[in-house]
């Protein structure tokens, strides 16, 4: 699955990253990601590109 096709609560599980990982990374709290990802259709533009950005680095890290 390419990353536009595939949930981003899919891909973290894929890269097998936990939510509060993820949401340390964004700078958020995990209750916010999770309303973020309970409504990924209606996610701006740059919340999306934060969350995608910090997957991508932990993944790195690894």
Do not use: C, P
Not at 2 to 13: E, M, P, R
Not at 28 to 42: H, M, P, Q
Not at 50 to 60: D, F, P, R, Y
Request: proline share 0%.
């Amino acid at each position: 699955m390419t990353l536009q096709t595939q949930s981003l609560s899919q891909l973290i599980k894929n890269k097998k990253l936990n939510y509060f990982q993820v949401a340390h990374q964004v700078g958020i709290n995990r209750a916010t990601l999770w309303g973020w990802l309970k409504f990924e259709d209606d996610m701006a533009a740059e919340q999306k590109n934060k969350v995608i950005t910090a997957i991508q680095e932990l993944s790195n890290g690894k």
